[in-house]
């Protein structure tokens, strides 16, 4: 079985530190690790990110299915 890394992601959005949505039509700068840093525009609203987020979160809760 693969092992699992964690990874650390920050993503930065340029402007003042309050109101800090993530929005498809503002280009996001990407941290990750000692590589060097990517701008990005991500396809979809802070909402829908934090949807699919909860959705991996339960699946990781999911009890283990035996084989066969």
Known sequence: M???HNV???ILRPGPAHNQLLSPLTP???LCGADGPV???LP???RQL???LERLR?????P???DG
Do not use: G, N
Not at 58 to 62: P, S
């Open 50 to 52: 934090l949807i699919r």
């Open 28 to 30: 996001c700068l990407v």
């Open 44 to 46: 979809f609203e802070q």
């Open 58 to 62: 339960d699946t990781a809760r999911l």
């Open 2 to 4: 693969s092992e699992i």
């Open 64 to 66: 283990d299915l035996p």
């Open 8 to 10: 650390k992601l920050e």
């Open 39 to 41: 701008t990005i525009r």
